[in-house]
Each structure stands twice: as C-alpha cells, then as structure tokens.
C-alpha cells in the first residue's frame, strides 16, 4: 500500500494565530511531497512542491511567508500557516510521490479542514 | 500551458444506468493522465491512470477510460452506476518535468433511485 496521513484532520483556531499540519508517508519514503489547497465545490489548486531536504517551490501567487513548508525527512513535510485570517480558513491536501521509482503517480492525505475565527 | 477541462458541473444518472465524465487536456506532449473520485469527508481516491500503452484503460471499481489523442480526451466511463459512486471526479494531467499534476474543476455526480 501507499498511505498517506494528515495531522490534524480539523482544526479551528483564532485570527493571527499559527497553525501547523503535518502530512506523513506511512509506508513508503517520499522524495516529492505537494501541498494542495481546495475551496468549498471547488477544484484542489496546487500550492507547493516540497523536496526533501532541499526548499519548496511555490506557486504563482502563494505568498511564501504566510505557507511555511518544511519537508524534513523523507516521510513528513510540514505546513505551516503563519498569522492565519479567516480568508485562509480552506480544505489543505497533502500527496506524496514514492522515492526511487519513475511513477508520477500521487498518494494523497484525507486532507485538513482549517477554520480561523 | 497545461490545463484541463471538465465540461460538466454535475451530472445525474439513475441506478443502473451507464456513465460517462467527460475531460478534455491541454499539453504538449503525451500527457500522464488521472481520474480521481473525492467522496465526502474523504481524499481523493484514485480511480485509474494513463501513462502510455493501451488507450482503453481499466480502473477500480468497475470504471474505466478511454485516451483518445486526436481528440484530447479521457472520458472516464461506467456500464452501470451505482448509488454508492455517487461523489466528486477530478480529471488531471501530470507534468512529465516535474510530477506536477492539473487538476481539472471536478463533476459532481449524483445518483438517483
């Protein structure tokens, strides 16, 4: 199998405030980790792309400092959402890539519900 | 730019019924193709994949798709739908460069008795 997990799967916190989600790779070792974001009825839209070891790269229009991604091992890659306000209230997915292998198939996290109050 | 497109918001079939989601791609080069289903509260479950080879591919729980090049399309299909396939479908297209993945606006199914 290849289970991705996401920590936590809800989460509820005040405006200005930090809040962090951990994505985990249970089972296999991922070199390649991304960061999705997904409005309600809507579409998931890539945020990032995190590389073990190595700084992630962002989309167009994702502001670097507010979307902290740290990939530190090669099974967590943390997102950090910095001095949150509720326009950053959102479903964040994770998926991961297994290492060593040429698959672009992605594995994906059941996902983050963020609310800022 | 890569992109993809799903034509349909939201479809109902009855029970029983066949099934066909549309999805047209845009990219330069044969492209790395998915259909995945959200189903509430859930992630995103993947379905099938096309990477090369044969054009009709098999997918789980009875869904299969159809790579038609000349068309730039994946529709994703089904002989008989079931209430339980009623969810979210997301078509996307993978970068071959750099694992990337589009993900096209989704089409919500709904499955009536």
């Known amino acids: 199998g290849a289970v991705v997990s996401q920590h936590p799967s809800w989460v509820i916190c005040k405006s200005g405030t930090s809040v962090k989600i951990e994505c985990r790779s249970l089972d296999f070792q991922a070199t390649t980790m991304f960061w999705y974001r997904q409005f309600p009825k809507q579409s998931l839209m890539l945020m990032a792309t995190?590389?073990?070891?190595?700084?992630?790269?962002?989309e167009q229009g994702v502001e670097k400092d507010k979307f902290l991604i740290n990939h530190a091992s090669l099974t967590l890659s943390t997102l950090t959402v910095t001095s949150a306000h509720p326009e950053d209230s959102s479903f964040y997915i994770c998926?991961?890539?297994?290492?060593?292998?040429?698959?672009?198939?992605?594995?994906f996290g059941p996902g983050t519900r963020l609310t800022v109050t | 730019a890569q992109s993809v497109t799903q034509p349909d918001i939201h479809i109902t079939v009855s029970e029983g019924a066949s099934l066909e989601l549309r999805c047209n791609y845009s990219y330069g080069a044969t492209p790395y193709l998915f259909w995945y289903v959200q189903s509430p509260g859930q992630g995103l479950q993947l379905l099938l994949k096309y990477f090369s080879g044969d054009t009709l591919v098999q997918g789980i729980k009875g869904f299969e798709a159809e790579f038609k090049r000349s068309q730039s399309s994946f529709n994703l299909r089904k002989p008989s739908v079931h209430w339980s396939d009623a969810a979210e479908y997301f078509c996307?297209?993978?970068?071959?460069?750099?694992?990337?993945?589009?993900f096209g606006a989704g089409t919500r199914l709904f499955v009536k008795a």
């Open positions: 995190s590389n073990e070891g190595s700084k992630a790269t962002y």
């Open positions: 996307a297209v993978g970068d071959t460069g750099g694992f990337k993945t589009i």
């Open positions: 998926s991961a890539t297994k290492s060593g292998t040429d698959s672009y198939e992605q594995y």
